[in-house]
């Protein structure tokens, strides 16, 4: 009888354990981001979004969001990402102009979207994401695999002097990153300077700069800017920052294509949905702003919008030269506006936006 019983708890033992080999652990991403640990995205995507790619993914694979700098400096995930030291990251493309202006233009397209929306459509349906990855390639050959981009929010502009109009911007000293952006406003007639972002402040504080490219209205309304600068342009002008998120190729090739698929989707739901968030705590704020006696919320007209648009349109051209890369990225994007409505059929890199794109 003991005989028997034991050789039953080997087989049911022997069961188990084999049961057990079939089941596989939930694969843990480590993705550094560019966010700071107190940023509202950083927050609402840890709280709201984390936790539900385990479910999406029917309990395949969770995500562990990292500040930046966490385990390597901003400037260097595609090459930690590339060898293992991150699964992924989660960052601005903007961050690597200086390995090709490709970088720039699929970082942010200055001036060019109007809505967080249309930029992430272009992602993940109008070829944003072949052209990213085209440039990644080239500079880690086939090491890392994008699996979203695009924005989350619209920024403001943050001005201690009142910018109404173009013509406005002649003689401006504007604190902004270097390239592209500062490209756009030199061609309008600012004075471009590039300060640290941790410098805005006391800058504007100074008169070093009269306005500032920072962050969405909330981002800077947490920072105090609008304490010291009363003339906010709002919607802005100008930025609409887009962050990569990527894999790396071996991580990614050991998911299933179910779950590659949901890792997709869930970037584009938690950005789109974090988008919407930001606006609405945007809106909030400049209400708010509105009722002030000291504060003025500046929102540009339709025609002054679109005059900026075409004055950036010469810089996007002008990095479009600078590489082949940078001459697919700016391709991409322009077929995109095309058939969104944002450019004329046929229309090249000089012509107006059409009046659908002034009604949205």
Known sequence: MKIRTLAHSITLATATLAVAGT???????KVQTSFNSGDFAYQYLQENWAPKLEEMTGGDVTINLMPIGSVVPYKETIEAVAMGLLDGDM????????KDPAFALMGDLIAGYDKPSQFLDFCQNGGGEEALQNA???????????????PYKR???VAAVPIRSV???????IRSPEGLAAAVFER???TPVNIPFSEVYTSLQQG?????????YVNNDASGLHDIAKYPIYPGIHSMSSQQFT??????????EEDQQALNQWFYDAFSDLASAVQEQDEKLVARDKQEDDMTVIDWPQEERDQFREIAKGAWEEFGERSELAQQALQAHLEYMREAGLLEDGAGTDTATTEQDQQN
Do not use: H, M, R
Request: aromatic residues 4%; charged residues 20%; contains cysteine.
């Open 91 to 98: 960052t601005a493309p903007a961050y690597f102009t200086g």
């Open 208 to 216: 070093v700069v009269d306005a500032a490219d920072a962050s969405a």
């Open 155 to 157: 920024e403001a502009l």
């Open 167 to 173: 013509e406005d911007l002649q003689g401006v000293k």
């Open 23 to 29: 089941v596989q652990a939930a694969e843990d991403l």
């Open 247 to 256: 894999l790396n190729q071996q991580t990614w090739e050991s998911l299933s």
């Open 188 to 190: 309008a007639g600012a």
């Open 136 to 150: 990644i390639d080239a500079q880690v050959d086939g090491k890392v695999q994008v699996v979203g981009c695009g």
